[in-house]
């Protein structure tokens, strides 16, 4: 077997395969009221804030030593997910924000970066590919585990459940860390030293200088209106299912399946462009139109929350390539992680905007669509000024000051 394959693409479908379970929770919600008395909706937005947070404090820790990283997060996601089952076997909400939210959801974070810049190494004359391959996990797990979840708590309970899938994902999870590795050439690519920070103080004016670089605050707002749009829809979408008369099960894994095709399809396509950062137009454009015609047809709905879901998928897999493209690969975990912080705050607002929208006297989930349509329209607006490609060089006039 191939090392790029044995000790990249591998081991990071094994890891995106566990942590992706993390976007089950429209279908472990349900369970998890039922033995949780109070609003259990928080854990979710506790956990992608957790995981955006964690990806923007950790990108130092994946530059430097990817399989601590891996291991790290394989032991936080797993101790995670078992000490959710006994949240809900004691009937816990603090300890369940505390286990789900910020628990797994570090996990999480740390897990989804540590293979990234590890497979546009192995594959760096198609990043897209590489990127493509490692992030159509996280959507995959979805696909995969949400069958097999929905098997274990009909048959042993919400509490058995967290706890033996939080077994296994651990044991899969390190079995990713042994096998992840970069390339012996990486030392010969590049210079991989990293800054060290004497202070916090020097840590924040590192993340303040990056903040500085050519259209990044942009490219942060585009992402976070994404996924703001993509998780208020997504935390719904079984409703929209349920109202079309499609089994939640099998609406779910449509969900996970298209979200996992935006995820490799773009990524490949990306290898095709010269510059990446016009699919962040060609993705949302795709979006606003799916959201408009749901609006209009409430027939379409379904097929709509589908494209919301490639589309979803898509711009996180084509977010590291096009980072590289910009910045250069020194210190794309970084800065990936860095981007990734959008995440933290989209999953405190998404889910929420969600909720004030649907809880509109007289409104409806076709309320929702719009709303989120309108924040595509904004993210669409933004995205015309990433057409422009910024030179390395400029990168590393700043990164030298650092």
């Known amino acids: 077997m191939s090392k790029k394959w044995l000790h990249g693409a591998i081991p990071a479908l094994l890891i995106h395969g566990c942590i992706g379970t993390v976007y089950c929770w429209s279908l472990l919600y349900d369970y998890i009221k039922e033995s949780i008395t109070g609003n259990c909706t928080w854990a979710f937005s506790l956990a992608i804030f957790f995981l955006g947070i964690s990806a923007a404090f950790f990108g130092p820790l994946v530059e430097k030593n990817v399989k601590k990283a891996a291991t790290i997060s394989s032991i936080l996601f797993g101790s995670g997910m078992i000490l959710s089952g ?6 816990s909400m603090p300890l369940l924000y505390l286990s789900y939210g910020a628990i797994m959801g570090t996990g999480v974070g740390i897990g989804y970066i540590t293979p990234v810049k590890t497979l546009m190494m192995w594959f760096k004359n198609n990043k897209g590919l590489a990127t493509g391959l490692a992030i159509m996990g996280f959507g995959l797990a979805k696909v995969i585990a949400t069958p097999l979840l929905n098997w274990s708590i009909e048959r042993c309970g919400i509490y058995c459940t967290f706890f033996s899938f939080g077994v296994w994902y651990t044991l899969i999870m390190l079995l990713a860390a042994i096998l992840l590795k970069k390339p012996i050439e990486e030392g010969k690519i590049e210079n991989t030293s990293r800054p060290k920070f004497k202070s916090l103080k020097e840590w924040f004016d590192r993340k303040k200088q990056l903040l500085n670089l050519p259209a990044i605050t942009t490219i942060w707002l585009i992402f976070y209106l994404n996924i703001s749009s993509g998780l208020a829809i997504i935390s719904y979408e079984k409703y929209y299912y349920e109202t079309a008369g499609i089994g939640i099960v099998l609406g779910l894994v449509f969900s996970a399946i298209f979200n996992s095709l935006g995820r ?8 095709y462009f010269k510059n990446r950062g016009k699919l962040f137009g060609i993705i949302l454009t795709f979006s606003v139109l799916s959201g408009i015609t749901a609006f209009m047809a409430p027939g379409f ?3 709509a929350v589908l494209l919301c879901n490639a589309g ?10 096009v ?5 250069g ?7 990936h992680g860095l981007i990734l912080s959008a995440w933290a705050f989209a999953g405190l607002s998404g889910n929420q905007f969600a ?11 076709k309320t929702l669509i719009l709303g989120s349509v309108g924040l595509y329209c904004i993210a669409l607006s933004l995205s015309v000024n990433c057409g422009i490609k910024t030179k390395n060089l400029i990168y590393d006039i700043i990164n030298k000051k650092l």
Not at 86 to 91: L, R
Not at 264 to 271: E, N, T
Not at 312 to 321: D, E, K, L, N, V
């Open 86 to 91: 006994v949240a809900c076997y004691i009937n």
């Open 312 to 321: 979803y998928g898509a711009m996180f897999s084509i977010m590291p390539s």
């Open 264 to 271: 490799f399809g773009v990524a490949w396509w990306s290898d």
């Open 301 to 303: 709905i379904p097929v």
């Open 323 to 327: 980072l590289a493209d910009r910045y």
């Open 329 to 335: 690969m020194k210190d794309v975990s970084e800065i």
């Open 355 to 365: 909720n004030l929208l649907v809880g509109i006297p007289e409104s409806s989930y």
